[in-house]
């Protein structure tokens, strides 16, 4: 295939800490033999993206391109890569490179996004120094092994958000071993928790959503919630103590009570943090004894992980709601998220009969 189709990518950056992007382009690093070009037609907003132009989260290397939730068709390709094709529709997540090497302790269990030599889709550097950048762009080269393909009955627009919400929520499931009958817990239900819901229920488990917002009571057991438990009630929170086998955390707000999540595990329970508490968590050892509750985390999902939940969602109809806007209106959409207004993931679409 011809290297390079793209001499320059157009994208929305930010250049000092924000939630405003500004147009910029950037000449793409050269085509590697096992990497794909990819014409961006959908990206989805997380909340990581915010917290990572505003630099809350360490050092941003503006100009930034941010955005890990892609979706796109490859338009070139390098001269090894024989599972993708010019044409394919695939999702990119949060990581554009592994080594996958079966010497490689991180990646030889699924655990990639681990693996020393990891490359993240924007703030991250290649190992040759050249900075990665993300989906708020027109184009975008990666890997090939991490531009996944997507089913054929997945509606493209709603693929973005399971590229890293989807798969951070499900990764942990798949883990864990959540089953049929495990009594799961899912904390906030916004972004990642209306899809935790989805994926929980959709494996059998019965589906407790908690929530400080009595008015999401209905929605979520539309979605697959079996109970939903008001968290500003006594009375529902009492009647959930010892309970859980499992329990997501999907919130990273301040009122969230971990010591009050440990009484609503049945004992052996895990409670899985999948957003960064806001300060210091505080336990003591007893807590953890005379309960034998585990408290744990999870990052995002490898390769195989992303395939697994492309897979599971288009086959059980998990989909995210979704909000869309044109790329060019992604200052409007950065403000609707960090205002926290969206519901509950924003899809920025660029046209389709764009030129390159």
Same mark, same amino acid.
């Given at each position: 295939?011809?290297?390079?189709?793209?001499?320059?990518?157009?994208?929305?950056?930010?250049?000092?800490?924000?939630?405003?992007?500004?147009?910029?382009?950037?000449?793409?690093?050269?085509?590697?033999?096992?990497?794909?070009?990819?014409?961006?037609?959908?990206?989805?907003?997380?909340?990581?993206?915010?917290?990572?132009?505003?630099?809350?989260?360490?050092?941003?290397?503006?100009?930034?391109?941010?955005?890990?939730?892609?979706?796109?068709?490859?338009?070139?390709?390098?001269?090894?890569?024989?599972?993708?094709?010019?044409?394919?529709?695939?999702?990119?997540? @949060?990581?554009?490179?592994?080594? %996958?090497?079966?010497?490689?302790?991180?990646?030889?269990?699924?655990?990639?996004?681990?693996?020393?030599?990891?490359?993240?889709?924007?703030?991250?550097?290649?190992?040759?120094?050249?900075?990665?950048?993300?989906?708020?762009?027109?184009?975008?080269?990666?890997?090939?092994?991490?531009?996944?393909?997507?089913?054929?009955?997945?509606?493209? =627009?709603?693929?973005?958000?399971?590229?890293? @919400?989807?798969?951070?929520?499900?990764?942990?499931? !798949?883990?864990?071993?959540?089953?049929?009958?495990?009594?799961?817990?899912?904390?906030?239900?916004?972004?990642?928790?209306?899809?935790?819901?989805?994926?929980?229920?959709?494996?059998?488990?019965?589906?407790?959503?908690?929530?400080?917002?009595?008015?999401?009571?209905?929605?979520?057991?539309?979605?697959?919630?079996?109970?939903?438990?008001?968290?500003?009630?006594?009375?529902?929170?009492?009647?959930?103590?010892?309970?859980?086998?499992?329990?997501?955390?999907?919130?990273?707000?301040?009122?969230?009570?971990?010591?009050?999540?440990?009484?609503?595990?049945?004992?052996?329970?895990?409670?899985? %943090?999948?957003? !960064?508490?806001?300060?210091?968590?505080?336990?003591?050892?007893?807590?953890?004894?005379?309960?034998? =509750?585990?408290?744990?985390?999870?990052?995002?999902?490898?390769?195989?992980?992303?395939?697994?939940?492309?897979?599971?969602?288009?086959?059980?109809?998990?989909?995210?709601?979704?909000?869309?806007?044109?790329?060019?209106?992604?200052?409007?959409?950065?403000?609707?998220?960090?205002?926290?207004?969206?519901?509950?993931?924003? =899809?920025?679409?660029?046209?389709?009969?764009?030129?390159?």
């Amino acid at each position: 295939m011809v290297e390079g189709k793209i001499n320059e990518i157009h994208g929305w950056a930010a250049k000092q800490p924000g939630i405003k992007v500004e147009p910029w382009s950037y000449t793409p690093r050269p085509l590697g033999e096992n990497d794909v070009e990819i014409k961006i037609e959908y990206s989805g907003i997380c909340g990581s993206d915010l917290h990572t132009i505003k630099a809350e989260w360490g050092t941003a290397m503006y100009p930034l391109i941010v955005g890990h939730e892609i979706v796109g068709k490859v338009i070139t390709k390098g001269e090894k890569v024989t599972h993708l094709e010019e044409g394919d529709l695939v999702g990119v997540g @949060a990581q554009v490179y592994g080594c %996958l090497q079966p010497d490689c302790s991180p990646c030889s269990r699924d655990l990639d996004p681990h693996c020393p030599r990891s490359v993240f889709t924007y703030n991250s550097k290649y190992a040759d120094g050249e900075q990665a950048h993300g989906g708020y762009a027109n184009a975008v080269r990666v890997d090939s092994n991490y531009a996944i393909k997507l089913p054929a009955s997945l509606d493209p =627009v709603y693929a973005p958000p399971l590229m890293c @919400a989807g798969t951070t929520v499900f990764a942990p499931m !798949l883990r864990k071993g959540v089953k049929k009958g495990d009594k799961v817990g899912v904390v906030g239900i916004g972004g990642l928790g209306h899809l935790a819901i989805q994926y929980a229920s959709a494996l059998g488990a019965e589906v407790y959503a908690f929530s400080h917002s009595p008015n999401k009571r209905d929605q979520c057991l539309e979605l697959g919630a079996t109970h939903f438990v008001d968290t500003s009630n006594k009375e529902e929170v009492e009647g959930v103590k010892r309970t859980l086998n499992y329990l997501f955390v999907t919130s990273n707000s301040q009122s969230n009570q971990y010591n009050e999540f440990i009484s609503w595990m049945d004992f052996e329970g895990q409670i899985v %943090l999948l957003a !960064l508490p806001k300060g210091q968590m505080s336990f003591g050892a007893g807590e953890f004894i005379h309960t034998e =509750v585990a408290i744990t985390g999870s990052l995002i999902g490898g390769v195989n992980v992303l395939k697994k939940t492309l897979e599971f969602s288009a086959k059980h109809n998990v989909l995210p709601i979704i909000e869309r806007f044109p790329m060019e209106k992604v200052n409007d959409a950065l403000a609707r998220v960090d205002s926290g207004q969206a519901r509950y993931r924003i =899809v920025l679409e660029n046209p389709q009969s764009s030129n390159l």
